[in-house]
């Protein structure tokens, strides 16, 4: 597994810094275990955040020393180069785990297997499982039937979402398992999944989402995205 695309430096400096939400926590360290370039940056991350908040004034409000963390770590990120030397293999979790086993981060709020899940139609060819004990923000797990196009639509917060099995393409690219699509409200897309097998997601939600066709809008309360 070789991920193509990643989180964002902004939300690695959120999680370094324990701003983020639980919901997009789970999400996040999905990535993380099976992503080597964003383990990197995130341990830049960790440095980074230690010696500037060494480096502020004691006057400075709590909320004051983190947006100065935050831009500066997010402006070295940018620029951080990735790791090129040799690793060993079990470095990639997710290789090595069982076919059936979940990511070890979302067991508590999902199980441990693919087998055990339980999904809830929502849609034809969609089906959802929400994670109720998810304490901040919407924590949820879809699988889209091969070859589904889902509703235009855009996010009303940030959206995290984790490809784990199948695969979409959509305007930002194609996405397969161990991708993750950091978005943000700038960004509207169709999700199309590709044939062959279901496509598999965790997302983590911090508001609901804007769609643009009518029917789909009448469709979401029900749905409960």
Known sequence: MNPQHHLDPATLVSFASGALGEAMVAVAATHLVGCRRCRALLRDADDIGGRLLA???????????????????????????????????????LSVVPEDHLPEPLHRYFGTTYSGLRWRWVAPGVRLIRADNARAGSLIMLKIAPGKSLPTHG???????????????DRLGHFAPGDMADLDSEVEHQPVTIPGVPCVCVAALEAPLRFRGWLARKLQPLVGL
């Open 155 to 169: 996010h009303g917060g940030t959206e995290l979402t984790q490809v784990l099995r199948g695969a979409y393409d």
């Open 55 to 93: 480096q502020q004034q004691p006057d400075r409000n709590r909320q004051g020393r983190f947006e100065v963390l935050r831009k500066a770590m997010s402006e070295r990120l940018d620029g951080v180069p990735l790791e090129t030397s040799p690793q060993p293999k079990p470095e990639n979790v």
